[in-house]
């Protein structure tokens, strides 16, 4: 069985996705990050760095528990494990290459993306449109790579794909005013438009909706989500 620490944001909604397409049996753990759940010590224990996702595999290696935090090493895991959704021994260098561009760059940037122009208390012209411009770059890069291919490594639907589908089903929150942020990305948007489509993703889309998450973004929510903006507690 897998316990399956969720938020409804990217980075956990790729491992819901992977879950739902590789049939797993798996239990999900609402976290409600608004809330500061990811700093409690029971979290910390399965993630030191306070962040979800993060899965404990109860049949891990040699049979024992094991804990796998960061999407990225989840996907993989999860792949491994079951044999799924990690192409062949060919595709590999191809597979870690696009798995670390998404997961150090598009990611990140998204994120920032994000902050700076919906969490932000100063809309910084200058934060902005770095972080804008970089998203942009890191579309760019992945539209010209999709030409004439149906999915991001090899022939078949990969963990690539469903790493990239994470962030790019927020397109609209990260680059917001656009009246569709892919159109200038055709490859990107068509690619998108298929992955987005597959039955996994419904059911995907459906993990935690019976669960009240907190949407608020008070004085808790900001210490919670960004605690480093704030002293450290003597």
């Excluded at 030409?147 to 639907?157: A, L």
């Excluded at 990260?174 to 993703?201: I, K, M, Q």
């Amino acid at each position: 069985m897998i316990r399956f620490y969720f938020h409804p944001t990217p980075n956990p909604a790729k491992v819901a996705l992977m879950l739902e397409e590789i049939g797993l049996p798996y239990e999900v753990v609402p976290v409600d990050t608004s809330k500061g759940e990811q700093h409690r010590p029971a979290f910390r224990a399965i993630n030191p760095n306070g962040k979800v996702p993060a899965i404990v595999d109860t049949e891990g290696p040699g049979g024992k528990e094991a804990r796998v935090f960061d999407s990225s090493a989840i996907l993989f895991y999860l792949g491994d494990k079951t044999g799924r959704l990690i192409g062949s021994p060919v595709d590999r260098p191809e597979l870690l290459s696009w798995l670390f561009f998404i997961s150090s760059g598009l990611g990140p940037f998204s994120g920032q993306a994000v902050h700076f122009q919906h969490a932000a208390p100063e809309k910084l012209p200058y934060a902005v449109n770095r972080y804008r411009r970089e998203v942009e770059r890191h579309y760019e890069v992945l539209d010209r790579h999709l030409n004439r291919r149906d999915f991001i490594v090899g022939t078949e639907f990969s963990i690539a794909d469903i790493s990239a589908w994470g962030w790019l089903d927020r397109a609209g929150r990260v680059l917001p005013g656009e009246t569709s942020p892919l159109a200038a990305f055709p490859n990107l948007e068509r690619w998108f438009r298929a992955a987005d489509a597959r039955p996994a993703v419904a059911r995907a889309r459906a993990v935690g909706k019976e669960h009240a998450f907190k949407k608020e973004m008070d004085e808790e929510t900001r210490r919670s989500l960004f605690p480093s903006n704030y002293p450290k507690a003597s």
